[in-house]
T-cell receptor, first 113, second 116 residues
């Protein structure tokens, strides 16, 4: 069964460093998302992406965050200068159409020290 | 803005028994989707079941079924014949059906324990 894949599964980074989290959405899906989950808290929406541009973004998705689809398969989330509070599980997700079910990857656990 | 409330932080069930997880939501929209996702200790988010608001019939998926009460804005998940592998965090989620790439709005989750 097709699935969303994410790398790395776990990354530890120094505060202030740049981090890029990578995702390969399900191949025929057109809509892409990033969500995050701080330990012990609920899953929060960061950004959605369609047709090579951001569709919606939350208040969390400030100027230090960016997304890109550099080629036909990858979808990346960049955090420019990480802060301690960026430590969280970051989920990539995709859906075929805008109203369809959203399928999640296994997550990338980011620890900022 | 839409909100999703899961009033049970933790639940437990005996193996082979039935358990119901509660979820309520608040919206002014008439067309939307509702989901239950399961998050086991591996922390992957796994879709359990989906309900379209325009459908009166409750969704079922093997041992999982929902009780969708649109007027009451309630969307509970029933797990029958509970198995040890059902132990996980369960999240209820709402998604608007309006045009555009609408995000999922999650509740805070219910941690389900299954007792052997």
């Amino acid at each position: 069964e097709p699935e969303v894949t994410q790398t790395p599964s776990h990354q530890v980074t120094q505060m202030g460093q740049e981090v890029i989290l990578r995702c390969v959405p399900i191949s025929n899906h057109l809509y892409f998302y990033w969500y995050r989950q701080i330990l012990g808290q609920k899953v929060e929406f960061l950004v959605s992406f369609y047709n090579n541009e951001i569709s919606e973004k939350s208040e969390i998705f400030d100027d230090q965050f960016s997304v890109e689809r550099p080629d036909g398969s990858n979808f990346t989330l960049k955090i420019r200068s990480t802060k301690l509070e960026d430590s969280a599980m970051y989920f990539c997700a995709s859906s075929l159409f805008s109203g369809n079910t959203i399928y999640f990857g296994e997550g990338s656990w980011l620890t900022v020290v | 803005a839409q909100t999703v409330t899961q009033s049970q932080p933790e639940m437990s069930v005996q193996e082979a028994e039935t358990v119901t997880l509660s979820c309520t939501y608040d919206t002014s929209e008439s067309d939307y989707y509702l989901f239950w996702y399961k998050q086991p200790p591996s922390r992957q988010m796994i879709l359990v079941i989906r309900q379209e608001a325009y459908k009166q019939q409750n969704a079922t998926e093997n041992r999982f079924s929902v009780n969708f009460q649109k007027a009451a804005k309630s969307f509970s998940l029933k797990i029958s014949d509970s198995q040890l592998g059902d132990a996980a965090m369960y999240f209820c989620a709402y998604r608007s059906a309006r045009s555009g790439n609408t995000p999922l709005v999650f509740g805070k989750g219910t941690r389900l324990s299954v007792i052997a």
